[in-house]
Every structure is written in structure tokens, then in C-alpha cells.
Antibody, heavy 126, light 110 residues
Framework: EVQRVESGGGLVQPGGSLRLSCAAS????????MSWVRQAPGKGLEWVAN????????YYVDSVKGRFTISRDNAENSLYIQMNSLRAEDTAVYYC???????????????????WGQGTLVTVSS | QTVVTQEPSFSVSPGGTVTLTCGLR?????????VSWYQQTPGQAPRTLIY???TRSSGVPDRFSGSILGNKAALTITGAQADDESDYYC??????????FGGGTKLTVL
């Protein structure tokens, strides 16, 4: 069974830092792109970041560029996101998800999110 | 800034058919956007319904279908059931690793 378990959420003051973790199991973690998606209270879903299987290719939504860093440890089957300079608008439930890409002859395009974790709540408040 | 549009709310009668749409504020949606659809009930993680415009995810009943209708992507639910009452989100892939969610549609079954 494919599973993802997020952890590391909590209350942090504006300007503070937090590191979220996502432990994956049930699939060959190192074969897949991974993503973080967030949802502010009462709001819609927002893609935050993606990371390539080898960790060398990363993409971010504009609002977190320069503040958040996505990373992974394939030996530990774990995905991370380091969040610095946190703002009130970063308050959200953060989900990790597998990002399944469409690849042919080594060229990849598109993708969809699948196998979502249960989410971890980050609250940025003084 | 890319804005993906969805109806804020929709209602359908039990057993009825409803089509939710996903558009772009500027431009038309096509298969090149690798459209995907997600269902979310309050307090739960999203569930993947449709990907690559019209492919159902594993375990998704065939009363859910995806398509392109005119200049928008569409999610059609045929024979709506009470437990289809959820929020539905579409995602468009914009290239360069970037995905954009629509604002979501709250579907009521009554």
C-alpha cells in the first residue's frame, strides 16, 4: 500500500523557520518526482514545489521562491521542505504528493499529483 | 499571472448529470495542459480523479469522466450520488515544472 506521512508542522512566529518531512512507502521513492501542495484554512489548493527523482531539478511557486527549499533523501524514502522567513500567508495544511510525469523516450512533460499524504498544519502567528 | 477559473459552486440532483468546467482567464484549455481533477471532502486529503485530460485514476468509478469542451476542460459526473458532494479542483500544467490549481468548485447534491 502506498503511504505518505507528513510531520513537522506547528506554530511558528512570523519570520521564523520550519522543516516539514514526508516519509513515503509502498513504492520505489527514488523513481518518482515529488511535490508539496498547500491549502490555507478555508481556501483552495496551491502547488508549492516539485523535485526531480535525483534532487537536482526543482521548481517553486513564485510566492515561496528564495524562502522555501525542497529536498529529498532517497536512501530514507523521505521528502522535505525547509521553510524560512515565514509569513502569515504561509499558514496552511501542507500535503506531500507524488508527481507522476508523462515520459516518452526520455522526454517528460506534464504530470499529475497522486498518492497524497494526510497533511500537516503550519500556523504562522505571533 | 496565470488564473485558472472554475465555477465557485454547483448543485445537482441525485441521479443527475453535472459538468464542471476549468478554464483560463486568458486563453483556451487544450490537452497540452495535461489537465487533472481532484476531489476533496472537508478535513480530508485530495483524491485524484482524472489525469491527462481524460484518464481515470485507479478505483475511480466510470461515472466520472474528463474531456475538453470548447475552450475549457470539463469534469462530468453522471448519475450523481450523495457522496459526490465535495470540492472539485482542476490543475493545469503550465510547463517548466509549474502547475496551477483552479479555485475549486463546491458541488452540492440535493
Amino acid at each position: 500500500e502506498v503511504q505518505r506521512v507528513e510531520s513537522g508542522g506547528g506554530l511558528v512566529q512570523p519570520g521564523g523557520s520550519l522543516r516539514l518531512s514526508c516519509a513515503a512507502s509502498g513504492f520505489t521513492f527514488s523513481n518518482f518526482w515529488m511535490s508539496w501542495v498547500r491549502q490555507a484554512p478555508g481556501k483552495g489548493l496551491e502547488w508549492v514545489a516539485n523535485i526531480h527523482q535525483d534532487g537536482n531539478e526543482k521548481y517553486y511557486v513564485d510566492s515561496v521562491k528564495g524562502r522555501f527549499t525542497i529536498s529529498r533523501d532517497n536512501a530514507e524514502n523521505s521528502l522535505y521542505i525547509q521553510m524560512n522567513s515565514l509569513r502569515a500567508e504561509d499558514t496552511a495544511v501542507y500535503y506531500c504528493a507524488r508527481w507522476d510525469r508523462y515520459c516518452s523516450s526520455g522526454i517528460c512533460n506534464g504530470g499529475h499529483f497522486d498518492h497524497w499524504g494526510q497533511g500537516t498544519l503550519v500556523t504562522v502567528s505571533s | 499571472q496565470t488564473v485558472v477559473t472554475q465555477e465557485p459552486s454547483f448543485s445537482v440532483s441525485p441521479g443527475g448529470t453535472v459538468t464542471l468546467t476549468c478554464g483560463l482567464r486568458s486563453g483556451s484549455v487544450s490537452t497540452s495542459y495535461y489537465v487533472s481533477w481532484y476531489q476533496q471532502t472537508p478535513g480530508q486529503a485530495p483524491r485524484t480523479l482524472i489525469y491527462n485530460t481524460n484518464t481515470r485514476s485507479s478505483g475511480v468509478p466510470d461515472r466520472f469522466s474528463g474531456s475538453i469542451l470548447g475552450n475549457k476542460a470539463a469534469l462530468t459526473i453522471t448519475g450523481a450520488q450523495a457522496d459526490d458532494e465535495s470540492d472539485y479542483y482542476c490543475v493545469l500544467y503550465m510547463g517548466r515544472g509549474i502547475s496551477v490549481f483552479g479555485g475549486g468548485t463546491k458541488l452540492t447534491v440535493l
